[in-house]
């Protein structure tokens, strides 16, 4: 064997055994948590029939378990602190923390726990779960979109992006019983970012 023969064959068993490792973690189950600064927690209602009120929650912790070869595995484990809630205005967000709205005092958590999976197509996985919001328990599907899954190095880990949008009545939750002049349905924005190697940033 001639010196460069053998420098390709090196060569080659070096890229082939520098890229199994990668092959290997795609094809198993990713544990995911999900990263804060990477994600939002938004929703939106209307209010006297005419405009839009949005706010977010800025406190959240979650963990993902997504094979992206099983979709179908996929679990959801998602709890929010209600107190957090932030509509950029301070007398409303007082309002909202009270008994009439979320009573964060007697239930300081909204939270949702999947209980099956079921993929629409190669990026849409509808995933079915309870939401409990003022100690009331509803199950919903949620349609998530998977925006992608990024092996980025050893100090980061393994990162993926998920964005669903759905709806909920709130009245289903007795949130602001007998308040007409804001609408029923709250439309719910998640964008979120996990990873294998979490932080502990907070927004």
Request: charged residues 25%; aromatic residues 8%.
């Amino acid at each position: 064997m001639t010196k460069r023969m053998l420098f390709l064959a090196i060569t080659k068993l070096s890229v082939l055994t520098f890229m199994l490792p990668v092959a290997e973690l795609f094809s198993q189950p990713l544990a995911l948590t999900v990263r804060r600064e990477d994600s939002q927690v938004g929703f939106s209602i209307s209010k006297w029939g005419v405009f839009k009120e949005e706010g977010r929650f800025k406190d959240f912790d979650g963990t993902i378990q997504f094979d992206p070869s099983n979709p179908s595995a996929t679990t959801v484990d998602f709890t929010i602190q209600a107190a957090s809630i932030d509509s950029r205005n301070e007398g409303r967000d007082r309002a909202l923390r009270s008994q009439e709205f979320f009573n964060v005092s007697q239930y300081p958590t909204l939270t949702f726990k999947s209980v099956s999976a079921t993929p629409l197509d190669k990026s849409t996985v509808e995933v079915t779960g309870d939401i409990t919001i003022r100690g009331v328990t509803k199950r919903i599907v949620v349609p998530v979109k998977v925006l992608g899954v990024n092996h980025t190095g050893r100090d980061i880990g393994t990162l993926a992006g998920f964005e669903a949008t759905f709806t909920i009545n709130r009245e289903d939750f007795r949130v602001a019983d007998g308040w007409d002049i804001i609408g029923k349905e709250a439309t719910i924005h998640l964008l979120i970012g996990a990873g294998t190697k979490p932080t502990t940033a907070r927004r």
